[in-house]
């Protein structure tokens, strides 16, 4: 057993785990931090999307000890309170979800392309950097539209602070 002590949405949080222990089994299992969904447990869905010191990563790839330390957000802390996040904003607007399972991972993945690229974003980009995230519900049409939309809401968002 090992002691990691790192941030989680903005708090200081320690946790006793065993060194082969997921960040996602942490912050399922021991934190109750359920937005973060385990979808394949190998990597290739995207439903486990966190930001470790804020970039976007599969939380199921990283080991509870490598986040030690790192400020981790998930989806349940991207919210200001009762407002939603630009990313959640425009996914409910533009209707880019459906049962809701790969929703979580696509906002933190999708807020990271956007921080990452800011205006100089277009559909084929969007739909490259999504690669890593699976839906199976939908064309994808409405995620990349949402995408799109939350890059000029997050814009203005940012201006504004």
Known sequence: MS???LTINGKAVS???EDRTLLVQVLRENLNLTGTHVGCDTSQCGA???????????SCTMLAGQAAGCDV???????NGDELHPMQAAF?????LQCGYCTPGMIMSSIDIVNRYGGKLDEA?????LEGNIC???GYHNIVKSVLDAAGRMKVSQAAE
Do not use: L, P, Q, S
């Not at 409910?92 to 880019?96: C, F, K, L, Q, T």
């Open 136 to 138: 199976r519900c939908t």
């Open 73 to 79: 957000t998930t989806i349940e802390g991207i919210a």
């Open 92 to 96: 409910r607007d533009n209707h880019g």
């Open 3 to 5: 002691t990691v002590d």
């Open 48 to 58: 486990c999307v966190v930001h470790v010191d804020g970039r976007a990563v599969k």
């Open 15 to 17: 946790v006793d785990v």
């Open 125 to 129: 980009t969007v739909r490259h950097e």
